[in-house]
């Protein structure tokens, strides 16, 4: 059977109800132990499976694939094998942990349980873009800065807006975060004053990694798009707004955003998503033709927001879904690379804060407690308007279809207080 | 002798009259030849000193290093080493370099004429932030965009402004650049339109290169500063100020600047540029304390674009200085991590153009031809207002003091039509 998306599917190894790493999943991550690694795995149920192990058992020996590339601590150099070798090693995987593969006799050997393991970055981040791709979140930026009638800028809808971030401080879930220091200017202040910013902020979003390169003055464009794209993360791109207030004109958000983004470790492949593909929202008015889109370029992702204080239980604050975006992930990489900027394996690539049109839907602070004039209630009685230290932030994503599930994980990370 | 400064040193390797690669200067960079490379030079008048070469005579060998780092396709290994081996390192060649070393006995084996060998990229350039340190350069433009009233903006004399830019399109003197095409709104259209950009500029900067690494959270104070910077180069930052002005708000440049960004070839280090420091212009209003700076941090480094028309001879159409700047390198440090954003190795920080007072000394054509309102005029009788197909574009710096020469060479690029 070639179908690894096949609904009726099952492994030999245990896959708890409701769990993200099923079988028709197969997302890739980088992990380690006090004994191994760090190396290439891929998670299904509770458990890790070890391609470095496998790949003794000689069970890649036929793909003609370098196998060292699963003894590294990045993915890079696997995915830089190219699209085919993905497909060939999915399908392979999928066979492998199939009931009845003869892997189940050596359990022991190829799979680590998530709970003794150590995940990391899955990949080297060459290069890292982040576009502003949800007009629910834009407009509701635009309103609160603007008012109502200036809320879109007259670019929005005829190009999707992007700027470039930092790959350096790009880390892994589980990563804590300090709240950042910096300058800003106090309401009705004439000077500016330093200090740990005052309104710290999530923003909900999703990203792409690319999986190919190109050379500087190539474009790629929308209709091959996707075959530059490895797979996805969710992501966090954590936001100190009062810096990035002061700080953004005219050139756009810096230190209020790079001091950390924090993304789930397994990165989900394009292929395991295949089936949760969705039209996305009509686009009014008609784009130029460069970044004209065909056929279903969305994917039906849930995605959810929790924040946990310290010691406490987590409550949602945020329910979405990454099909609300406006501008789709090809037309981001056709837009990205019209100039001929060139592209790199391992480029991040996100999506913007992802809200939806119900308030319940923001997919930041500053939308969900508008600027700070609504207080977020918790389940534990106490409220929020931006995030206090030691608040752990938790996003999620799945996707669900003909009882299958393919989810991302979480990234997980606490807010530390500002260092001393 | 230990000092690698001294106006009297003398090197046996002939350093033509004017050569910017005195026996003072010492710069790095990687080159190739039809025989060997990439690896490590230093420029010595019309010659690169081979270091992997130098190497196998045992030069190194009491200096405690690894001299692989020598034979390597970026400086980045090399520059890993630390800055007390820079300084050895640097000692050492000046050394070897001198009136009476032995190693003349071998210059066959260790030099290489700088005519038979290519020069690459001297460094993988793993982030990069483009600052808007000069005041000159942002008023002009502020004075276009927005009336004399409102040319600064309010948090520009308080913190060095800076935006990230792209790391993949950053290449090395010699290589062409494709006009970029884009989306631009004309001027009194509705929609906007494709196709070439019709404003292509060029801004004059410099880029310090960034020495050690830091970790997530961590600061480097403007007193440190200094000691995590290696060297610097000259930055050519193409822009295409249409499709620059059409994208740009509210997040900033990004196509405008994304399709290239061109560096000269030999990193000048701070050890060499260190008698050439200056005091930089006064800050008022004062500035806040973890931006304060004390000493000479401003560097006497002449700057000159020339624009030469294909097949015609160059003009000089612009004569600035980097110690015009606002913002000294130690200040945009300090900045650029006081919310504990970790810097790497091979970082590159662009300096923004560098504007002096005079109309002569604007950076870039935007300014001289006051967006478009003047005509450059050029020796060959024709003019510009932007740039041109097959224009190339150069530019060059130098220090001179007591007699010395120490310059970073060109950056020489051609501006080659758009891609059909």
Redesign the interface.
């Known amino acids: 059977m070639n179908n690894t998306h096949h609904p009726d599917l099952k492994s030999w190894v245990e896959v708890p109800a409701g769990s993200d790493f099923t079988i028709q999943n197969l997302p890739y991550g980088i992990f380690k132990t006090d004994y191994v690694g760090p190396r290439v795995g891929v998670a299904i149920g509770d458990q890790i499976l070890d391609l470095s192990q496998v790949a003794t058992l000689r069970s890649f020996d036929d793909l003609d694939i370098d196998i060292k590339v699963f003894d590294k601590a990045t993915l890079n150099d696997f995915i830089a094998l190219g699209k085919p070798v993905w497909s060939k090693v999915r399908e392979r995987v999928s066979e492998l942990l199939r009931e009845g593969s003869a892997l189940a006799y050596e359990s022991e050997k190829v799979l680590v349980p998530m709970e003794k393991a150590t995940m990391l970055l899955p990949v080297e981040v060459?290069?890292y873009t982040d576009f502003?791709s949800s007009e629910e979140h834009a407009t509701n930026v635009g309103v609160m800065f603007r008012g109502k009638d200036n809320a879109l800028?007259?670019?929005w809808k005829?190009?999707p807006?992007?700027?470039?971030?930092?790959?350096?401080?790009i880390?892994v879930s589980g990563?804590d975060?300090?709240r950042?220091?910096?300058?800003t200017?106090p309401p009705n202040a004439e000077?500016?004053?330093?200090g740990p910013s005052k309104r710290m902020d999530f923003e909900l979003e999703m990203a792409f990694i690319v999986g190919d390169n190109t050379a500087?003055?190539d474009?790629v464009s929308v209709a091959e798009a996707e075959d530059y794209i490895f797979g996805m993360v969710v992501f966090n791109d954590w936001s100190?707004r009062d810096?990035q207030k002061?700080?953004?004109?005219?050139?756009?958000?810096?230190?209020g955003k790079?001091?950390?983004s924090s993304v789930s470790p397994w990165i989900v492949t394009m292929e395991a998503l295949e089936p949760f593909r969705v039209a996305g929202p009509e686009q009014e008015?008609k784009v130029?033709?460069?970044l004209q889109s065909e056929g279903d370029k969305a994917f039906d992702i849930n995605l959810q927001v929790a924040l946990e204080p310290e010691g406490k239980e987590e409550t949602v604050i945020s329910t979405s879904n990454f099909k609300y975006l406006y501008w789709n992930m090809a037309q981001q990489l056709a837009?990205?690379t019209?100039?001929?900027?060139?592209?790199?394996i391992g480029?991040m690539y996100a999506s913007g804060t992802i809200s939806g049109k119900s308030p319940d839907s923001y997919g930041s602070m500053l939308e969900l407690s508008w600027s700070g004039k609504q207080e977020i209630q918790l389940n534990d009685g106490s409220s929020r308007t931006f995030l206090e230290d030691n608040d752990t932030v938790i996003m999620r994503g799945w996707c669900e279809k003909d009882g299958v599930r393919v989810g991302f994980g979480e990234v997980r990370s606490k807010l530390l207080p500002a260092?001393q």
């Not at 807006?161 to 401080?169: I, K, L, P």
């Not at 000077?191 to 330093?194: C, D, G, L, Y």
């Not at 002061?246 to 230190?255: A, D, H, I, K, R």
């Not at 019209?338 to 790199?344: A, D, L, M, T, V």
């Open positions: 060459k290069n502003y800028m007259p670019n005829h190009l807006v992007g700027y470039h971030g930092r790959a350096s401080s880390v990563t975060i300090h950042p220091k910096g300058q200017m000077t500016p004053v330093f500087l003055g474009t100190a810096i002061w700080e953004y004109v005219p050139l756009g958000p810096f230190l790079n001091f950390g008015p130029l033709s460069y837009h990205h019209i100039n001929g900027c060139n592209i790199e480029d260092k």
